[in-house]
């Protein structure tokens, strides 16, 4: 069986263009658990993902997906990236978008047959977007595709998660038919890492919380974390005085 | 009259093949055309096909004379570093993608019309045979050109039904296909060496100045009838290998006429009929959806107040 931690993160620093956005980030997230990760904006959130998952090369430090370099471990792997890097005129519809799920485990070469066409379908039942399989993904709302997006994660059966900011811009009936399904995830033993930005739902929703500000502020299970505390270090403290800072020299020069 | 109903039931064995390479060589470029329009990156076919002419030309004075296969390599190889000069013109300044695009075609066929010109000169006008590779010349090609030109064009669509599915997972989202281990860079090579082989193959019959359009057209075309990818390839396919036969026929049939400008002008009828006439997303289907759904509201409307004034009265 696999191991009980998912993802190993061992000091990892990620720069772009020579500037580091991460620094020396070290911590190991639950196997069964949905975690979050939650910072300022430029915390370097999605980038930690990206880089878990090998999309961005690390300058320094490694990461083990239950005990495995990415490269051999991607099929244990499923992803939802954030919504903005989808071509949404494409001639594809809903269907065929969860169907992308499937082409991990197919390979180059081998094309989707049927076990894979049910496991889509499948998919979309459970995000509850089965009467829309044939509409162009470009023609549905934004909570509809995110839905959809869910549920070509969902296709590709997966132990392991990772979704950028799988709540943006969708609305609270959306919001719950998504949650529900990421709890049934985690109670069938799946292990789900987002990107969320709502601090108020994080207690709810999450059972392991990852705090990040370019470094890593805190992380552990959501009850012993998650306090004033470390959400000062992480959104407030030095980082509301520097704009206030920042603020006031404006005003200054300005008037 | 009589040359017409000639070509049109294909008695000459030599027509034959003209209008079927030609067919063959407009279904490589519309299917290939459809990736490279949904990955963004149509106009590189343009830039590929200018900057294949001072190769086509330098192949001419290494191999000494017009030998097809030698200005197909040469082609190829001016295309494939035109593609690399956008990119590290891309990729090292701050010049954009456009701006890199336009350099490159510029420079490069700057350079062909240059040496083209001092071919022609030393070989006296027309003797060298090159001035198919501006406008396009599908007529008076030899049997043995065309059957090189169509095995080169069935070999990238071979390539693109085998691959497809990567295609669409690069073209629709990157980040995913990157995320079930598909190497995007990888991909984006073989995609544009397929723009490349496609726009080669179709160089002598097109000419550089216009194969851009039947890279463009039909997938712009075939996009108003469908919403499925591999429908749409397969009208972009069919729309550019129309285009394709059409040219070659015509130009064929009128001495001195280029078959670049009438393949670009057939193509381009079909577009406007798509794009007025298309059932799915046409311009005319859709005012006639529009307005009767505006009918149908202010007809629901109307019986709502009836219902709700007599239900009051």
């Not at chain 2, 086509?56 to 200005?71: D, E, K, T």
């Not at chain 2, 429908?231 to 280029?258: E, Q």
């Amino acid at each position: 069986m696999l191991p009980p931690v998912a993802v190993e993160v061992h000091d990892v620093t990620v720069a772009y263009h020579k500037r580091p956005v991460l620094w020396n980030v070290d911590c190991s997230l639950p196997k069964g658990k949905l975690i979050a990760i939650i910072g300022p904006n430029g915390a370097g959130k999605s980038t930690l993902l990206k880089a878990i998952l090998g999309l961005i090369p690390v300058a320094s430090g490694r990461v083990e997906i239950f005990g495995k370099p990415i490269r051999e471990a991607r099929s244990l792997v499923g992803y939802v990236p954030q919504r903005e890097t989808v071509d949404w005129d494409f001639p594809i519809d809903a269907l065929g978008v969860v169907l992308m799920g499937r082409y991990g485990r197919l390979g180059w070469l081998r094309r989707p047959g049927a076990a894979d066409r049910a496991a889509a379908r499948d998919a979309l039942v459970r995000v509850g977007m089965e009467a829309f399989g044939r509409r162009q993904i470009g023609q549905l709302s934004g909570g509809q595709q995110q839905r959809v997006f869910l549920a070509r994660a969902l296709a590709q059966d997966a132990p392991l998660y990772f979704m950028d900011e799988p709540f943006a811009g969708v609305d609270a009936a959306t919001e719950r038919a998504i949650l529900d399904v990421l709890r049934a995830m985690r109670d069938a033993g799946r292990t789900v890492v987002a990107v969320h930005h709502d601090l108020q739902t994080v207690p709810e929703y999450f059972d392991h919380v990852v705090m990040l500000n370019m470094r890593l502020v805190a992380a552990g299970p959501t009850g012993e974390v998650f306090t004033n505390e470390n959400l000062q270090k992480t959104y407030g403290g030095r980082l509301t005085m520097l704009t206030e800072a920042a603020e006031a020299v404006r005003a200054a020069s300005g008037g | 009259m009589d040359a017409v109903l000639r070509l049109i039931t294909l008695q000459d064995f030599n027509t034959r093949v003209v209008l079927g390479g030609a067919t063959v060589l407009g279904v490589a470029c519309g299917v290939v055309g459809v990736l490279a329009m949904l990955r963004r990156r149509a106009l590189m076919g343009d830039a590929i096909a200018h900057a294949a002419l001072p190769g086509v030309c330098l192949a001419f004075l290494i191999a000494g004379g017009r030998f097809l296969p030698a200005l197909l390599v040469g082609a190829m190889a001016f295309g494939l570093l035109a593609i690399l000069a956008v990119t590290v013109v891309r990729r090292t300044t701050r010049v954009k993608e456009d701006a890199a695009i336009a350099l490159t075609l510029s420079v490069f066929f700057g350079l062909g019309i240059a040496l083209l010109t001092s071919i022609q000169r030393r070989a006296g006008s027309d003797h060298a045979g090159l001035d198919g590779f501006i406008f396009g010349k599908a007529a008076g090609m030899v049997t043995q050109d065309l059957m090189v030109l169509a095995g080169v064009s069935v070999v990238v669509l071979a390539v693109v039904a085998v691959f497809l599915k990567e295609f669409a997972s690069l073209c629709f989202d990157s980040a995913f296909a990157a995320s079930i281990g598909r190497s995007v860079t990888l991909l984006d090579v073989l995609l544009m060496a397929l723009v490349c082989l496609a726009t080669v193959a179709a160089l002598p019959a097109v000419g550089a100045v216009l194969v851009v359009a039947l890279l463009t057209i039909p997938p712009a075309s075939a996009r108003f009838w469908t919403d499925r990818l591999s429908t749409m390839l397969v009208v972009s396919g069919a729309v550019g290998g129309a285009a394709g036969a059409v040219g070659a026929g015509v130009s064929s049939l009128v001495p001195k006429l280029s078959a670049g400008p009438v393949i670009t002008l057939s193509a381009t009828a079909i577009f406007v009929v798509s794009m007025i006439f298309a059932p799915l997303h046409g311009v005319v289907p859709r005012l006639v959806r529009q307005r009767r759904n505006r009918q149908m509201v202010a007809e629901q409307s109307r019986r709502v107040a009836a219902e709700l004034s007599g239900g009051s009265g």
